[in-house]
């Protein structure tokens, strides 16, 4: 068994816990038509690797012990018998994170150089990441429902046309921090979320842009039920 598919087994019980992720998940499989059981390296194991990544470096960072706060570092650690270095919780599990996103997704360093200088401006103490992790759970609801809304059939483009995927996934995202003159209400609504979470968590457009897509891609990769029937 893939280990990123043992982990994300083990994370069953936390669901309760975890439950924002299937909001905007439930939709972006409704969206592509796809099944609801997802395959590993999916979109669930992706986001589920990324809270790992931002639990592991507030440890790291803040000096955080208990890490019954930290319900998926907790799994992650435990699941797959990552090492505590130097006796300091985080870093050997931030590296192992960070190494399991770039061979499964393809992420670059300057994306989580993003996230590490964001977590160090706006995490200074314990009390804050809770803050933290509640307004980036926030954003990505916002930002995913917004952009499948803005993007619409622009999305069913087939996969291979990942080029043209990424130019029309840039041009959202800019007209999400940008544009003014949306007309629909709940757009604009939603465009004034996202712009004050983002204002407080401090990411690029390049970065948003650069998670939006992957997300995209992740979920048009996602089994269809007509797949699994033959």
Same mark, same amino acid.
């Given at each position: 068994?893939?280990?990123?598919?043992y982990?994300t087994?083990?994370?069953?019980?936390?669901?309760?816990?975890?439950? #924002?992720?299937?909001?905007?998940?439930?939709?972006?499989?409704?969206?592509?038509?796809? &099944?609801?059981?997802?395959?590993?390296?999916?979109?669930?194991? #992706?986001?589920?690797?990324?809270?790992?990544?931002f639990?592991?470096?507030?440890?790291?960072?803040?000096?955080?012990?208990?890490?019954?706060?930290l319900?998926?570092?907790?799994?992650?650690?435990?699941?797959?018998?990552v090492?505590?270095?130097?006796?300091?919780?985080?870093?050997g599990?931030?590296?192992?994170?960070?190494?399991?996103?770039?061979?499964?997704?393809?992420?670059?360093?300057?994306?989580?150089?993003?996230?590490?200088?964001?977590?160090?401006?706006?995490?200074?103490?314990?009390?804050?990441?809770?803050?933290?992790?509640?307004?980036?759970?926030?954003?990505?609801?916002?930002?995913?429902?917004?952009?499948? &809304?803005?993007?619409?059939?622009?999305?069913?483009?087939?996969? #291979?046309?990942?080029?043209?995927?990424?130019?029309?996934?840039?041009?959202?995202? &800019?007209?999400i921090?940008?544009?003014?003159?949306?007309?629909?209400?709940?757009?604009?609504k939603?465009?004034?979320?996202?712009?004050?979470?983002?204002?407080?968590?401090?990411?690029?457009?390049?970065?948003?842009?650069?998670?939006?897509?992957?997300?995209?891609?992740?979920?048009?990769?996602?089994?269809?039920?007509?797949q699994?029937?033959?």
């Amino acid at each position: 068994m893939h280990e990123t598919q043992y982990f994300t087994k083990k994370l069953l019980p936390l669901q309760p816990i975890l439950q #924002f992720k299937y909001i905007y998940m439930g939709f972006w499989n409704k969206l592509f038509g796809n &099944n609801s059981e997802q395959k590993v390296g999916g979109m669930e194991d #992706f986001m589920t690797l990324i809270r790992v990544y931002f639990q592991a470096a507030m440890a790291a960072d803040l000096g955080i012990t208990n890490l019954a706060a930290l319900p998926d570092l907790r799994v992650f650690k435990s699941t797959l018998k990552v090492a505590t270095v130097n006796n300091k919780l985080g870093v050997g599990e931030r590296t192992r994170c960070k190494k399991m996103l770039k061979e499964m997704y393809g992420m670059e360093d300057e994306f989580f150089k993003e996230i590490d200088s964001s977590l160090r401006k706006r995490c200074k103490k314990i009390q804050d990441a809770q803050t933290y992790l509640l307004q980036f759970q926030g954003f990505t609801q916002e930002i995913m429902m917004l952009t499948g &809304n803005l993007m619409k059939f622009k999305l069913r483009l087939p996969g #291979f046309m990942k080029k043209a995927l990424y130019t029309m996934t840039e041009k959202t995202v &800019n007209d999400i921090f940008n544009k003014n003159d949306f007309s629909d209400p709940a757009v604009l609504k939603s465009i004034v979320a996202v712009r004050e979470y983002n204002r407080r968590l401090g990411f690029s457009q390049k970065w948003v842009t650069d998670f939006v897509y992957k997300v995209v891609m992740l979920a048009k990769k996602e089994p269809k039920p007509a797949q699994d029937e033959k």
